[in-house]
């Protein structure tokens, strides 16, 4: 994908290839290349459109093996900023981003200073304290240097800083023939300028500003030439702003970190919260939540979560759907956004060169230089055969949840554009599938979530040739079509919503037929041009169950499938099976574990009773997350399998965060609590619920069904029974337990 899905054909894996095809130049442009790992941990802020990506001791560029920097709409508006004693680099006392995401915090010492051969500054003198944060394109840092010794100390404390405006494509490695012309100017005693004019005529700035002044500024260094007595200490701040934007540094420091907390209040203020039993547990969601309020950004169309940091830090189409989706009960505002974002780039006419055609939605949208000039395609790019279907999906999904049935009219020309296309451009070749064959070679040459280039295949490993038809892209429609056509009769459009059902049914024949693949025991990964089928076990077969798409008795053999040791690892569900020709766990899409991935087909599971594969999906993920730093999810991790004492093999190259990662946990306490939400009859209900054991009690605060709000407290008694307590009410709404017969448990092998 991009996060994931929209990975472009950025995140090629470089597996292995027994068809012996090679990667291709063309496959290798928007490759991310791993080349070792860093010699000092990352660290991310976020704010709006504005990133940045730091080494533990707070620098940028400071040391190899990072994609440092700060960087605004795709270009870096800081490649360097160093801090140094006495030339030295400082030792690292502690460093860490707030548990909200909204600073980074990090303690500093001094090493040994020799001069002459003497010491001239004992270890451990000097005490530096940073603090930095994001808002309104600008970095604002306040450093406190303080002498701890019972002695009077001198030093000079040097701030080093370089940019050099690169594309966010160029500091992923692509190379470029030609530049922009770039240079610096001191324009006070506590100002500099870094300017960069791009091939595309935009003159682009970084202004830096130190307050007090230093002792001694140029171009690429402020120094200060510090006296302190025992206990004493100085403060000194720094902004550096991308488009020339520089607020007085004092002042905006102070103001700037409130307002950070009053706009997270106020974008918290409506949402659920969800609280548990378990410490480990809560750690997670917090640290999810966190995230994903970090990657929402104010857009003109509402907050839209961009996918993820620091490759994909803007808006992708199916990134943003499902995120909304995983998120919808807990937050359905987000949603809203996203919505209405996609609906306004939704595609018009036919262009090759962005794979756009009418009524398609976005699959990303890009910002810098590079995108400007046509260096890649992606300023916007329609390259996607599935974001299409998942708006429609999100839509009516939406309206289930909200009731909002005006936002559900305003958006519904966009909806039937959408439905249009699925029928229209979107059936290449009349088939009643929806494929994807890219129309430029500079675009993506899979278009499903899975895109690098190796991820659609026979099963002897060749590369399957287009036009080609995903299993999940046709479950989507069936989705969409049955979602719509719900929205549809509650606008009072009866016969377009039996004509919907209609659409929806036949699709439901056709697949069975096509895609089931009895030779391996569930639907095949896809059909090639020819109508082949990919006979290929992978978890995109899972999301034929969360669309329902699939006949109840293949379901089961699916559910089956996906729960044995070739799927399951122990630590989730793999992307493909284990013992398949492309099978490899370090790979990028083929055999790795996603978190949304298992969420979605844990959702699936659910919708078909087969609740304790739920189970098995949310202990495994909820584990794997106790392992990762600061309990906070990637976009995904190795396939090996589980091993008692050793945590989840990480992949090198995730983007963490990442929203749809960060977001899969939310769906996966939705389908275990079984959260259904009915406006007409003012009820919440919670169908065969299952309270994980680890879990002890959870807790749903401010759960809201229109203008009502409820808090809500569940969990398992003895012999599977479930107790619910309503904890508080306000306004019409009434919260049931539904023990639903028909929704049964199935007989699944669950081994690991």
Request: net charge negative; with cysteine.
């Amino acid at each position: 994908m991009t996060s994931g899905s929209e990975r472009s054909a950025e995140q090629t894996s470089v597996s292995s290839d027994p068809a012996g095809d090679g990667l291709q130049a063309h496959e290798l442009q928007f490759y991310i290349p791993a080349i070792g790992p860093p010699s000092r941990p990352r660290r991310t802020l976020k704010h709006d459109d504005t990133f940045a990506v730091f080494d533990s001791h707070g620098d940028i560029g400071a040391t190899a093996g990072g994609p440092d920097g700060l960087f605004d709409h795709d270009t870096r508006y800081l490649s360097h900023l160093e801090l140094l004693i006495d030339g030295a680099q400082p030792l690292l006392l502690d460093s860490a981003i707030r548990d909200d995401n909204l600073s980074f915090y990090v303690d500093l010492t001094n090493p040994d200073i020799f001069i002459d051969g003497k010491i001239a500054l004992l270890k451990d003198s000097i005490y530096i304290s940073r603090t930095i944060y994001l808002k309104d394109g600008s970095l604002r840092e306040r450093l406190e240097v303080s002498n701890q010794s019972a002695e009077e100390v001198r030093l000079n404390l040097s701030l080093a800083f370089a940019n050099d405006f690169a594309d966010i494509f160029e500091v992923r490695g692509v190379r470029r023939a030609r530049r922009g012309a770039a240079w610096a100017q001191v324009l006070a005693a506590s100002a500099v300028a870094l300017y960069y004019r791009g091939l595309d005529g935009v003159l682009r700035e970084t202004a830096l500003s130190f307050e007090p002044d230093p002792s001694l500024l140029v171009d690429s260094v402020a120094t200060y030439s510090l006296q302190l007595a025992p206990r004493q200490a100085r403060t000194i701040f720094l902004t550096a702003a991308s488009r020339g934007r520089l607020p007085k540094s004092t002042q905006s420091f102070f103001s700037g970190l409130t307002g950070l907390h009053r706009e997270l209040a106020a974008t918290t203020h409506d949402c659920a919260h969800v609280e548990t039993s378990d410490p480990t547990l809560n750690a997670i969601l917090w640290r999810s939540t966190a995230d994903v309020r970090m990657l929402l950004t104010k857009t003109p169309e509402g907050l839209y979560p961009y996918a993820g940091i620091p490759w994909y830090s803007t808006s992708f189409g199916r990134d943003g759907v499902i995120t909304a989706l995983q998120m919808l009960w807990f937050d359905p505002s987000i949603a809203v956004g996203v919505l209405k974002r996609l609906a306004s780039y939704q595609g018009i006419g036919h262009d090759a060169r962005s794979d756009c055609e009418p009524g398609k939605i976005l699959h990303e949208m890009r910002g810098g230089e590079m995108a400007a000039l046509g260096e890649i395609p992606f300023g916007l790019y329609y390259g996607s055969v599935d974001a299409t279907p998942l708006f429609v999906v999100l839509a009516g999904y939406y309206a289930r949840r909200t009731g909002d049935l005006a936002l559900i009219a305003e958006l519904w020309p966009s909806i039937e554009r959408a439905l249009a296309w699925i029928c229209g451009p979107g059936d290449i070749d009349g088939d009643g599938f929806i494929e994807y064959q890219r129309h430029t070679e500079k675009g993506l040459v899979n278009q499903g979530w899975k895109d690098s280039h190796d991820s659609v295949f026979h099963a002897d490993g060749r590369l399957a040739e287009g036009p080609i038809a995903l299993v999940e892209a046709q479950a989507y429609v069936y989705a969409a079509r049955r979602l719509a056509a719900a929205c549809a009769r509650e606008l009072g459009m009866e016969a377009r919503a039996a004509e919907l059902v209609r659409e929806a049914q036949e699709l439901r024949d056709r697949f069975e037929a096509a895609f089931w693949c009895e030779e391996i025991g569930t639907y095949a990964l896809a059909l090639d041009g020819e109508k082949r089928q990919c006979k290929v076990r992978t978890s995109n077969a899972g999301h034929a169950l969360y669309a329902g798409i699939a006949r109840p008795d293949r379901a089961e053999r699916v559910a089956n499938g996906l729960l044995d040791t070739d799927f399951f690892s122990g630590w989730g569900l793999r992307t493909v099976a284990r013992g398949e020709s492309r099978y490899n766990p370090m790979s990028y899409h083929n055999g790795s574990i996603w978190p949304h991935d298992n969420a979605i087909i844990a959702h699936g599971l659910g919708r078909y009773g087969f609740k304790r594969g739920v189970a098995l999906v949310f202990e495994s993920l909820v584990r794997a997350a106790s392992y990762m730093e600061a309990r906070r999810i990637p976009e995904l991790y190795c396939g090996f399998r589980r091993r008692r004492g050793r945590g989840p093999t990480l992949y090198p190259a995730a983007c963490s965060p990442q929203a749809w990662a960060a977001s899969a946990p939310f769906l996966l306490i939705q389908t275990m609590l079984g959260l259904e939400f009915d406006h007409k009859a003012r009820q919440i209900r919670l169908v065969n619920p299952d309270v994980p054991a680890f879990a002890g009690e959870i807790v749903l605060r401010n759960l809201s069904l229109g203008d009502a709000r409820v808090d809500i407290a569940l969990r398992q008694e003895a012999r599977s029974a479930i107790s619910l307590h309503v904890l508080r009410t306000v306004g019409d709404v009434q919260v049931s337990l539904v023990f639903d017969p028909d929704v049964r448990e199935h007989p699944l092998s669950a081994r690991g």
